[in-house]
């Protein structure tokens, strides 16, 4: 199983970005998929999740309202659209799957898998 995340960039306050995880190696109906993020010197956080069938998601209280996770099974992808980003939001930003927890969540024992990460740079 491989997770590949992509999508990260350097903006300013304001802009926006869209982030894409591609997943292969498993099917795409069987996992749920979390996005994390990790700044410099800070523990690594939960951003937002995504059921396995798209129905339903979970935000952080930090972004609900700028971020808008979704995902696209027949293509195996996960996005993250970023809106109104601000200079906090900089950080790797992960995707990770699970497949014990089709729900996802929150904490990350819960992911069996974790993809490589991505920049995002916020400047004010």
């Known amino acids: 199983v491989q997770l590949q995340a992509s999508g990260g960039g350097s903006v300013q306050a304001g802009g926006f970005l869209r982030l894409s995880c591609v997943a292969s190696g498993i099917p795409a109906d069987s996992y749920a998929v979390g996005w994390f993020r990790q700044a410099p010197g800070k523990e690594r956080e939960f951003v937002a999740a995504?059921?396995?069938?798209?129905?339903?998601?979970y935000y952080a209280e930090s972004v609900k309202g700028r971020f808008t996770i979704s995902r696209d099974n027949a293509k195996s992808t996960t996005y993250l659209q970023m809106d109104s980003l601000k200079p906090e939001d900089t950080a790797v930003y992960y995707c990770?799957?699970?497949?014990?927890?089709?729900?996802?969540?929150?904490?990350?024992?819960?992911?069996?898998?974790w993809g490589n990460g991505t920049l995002v740079t916020v400047s004010s």
């Open positions: 995504v059921t396995w069938s798209g129905s339903k998601s």
């Open positions: 990770a799957a699970s497949r014990r927890y089709l729900s996802g969540g929150a904490y990350p024992n819960r992911y069996d898998y």
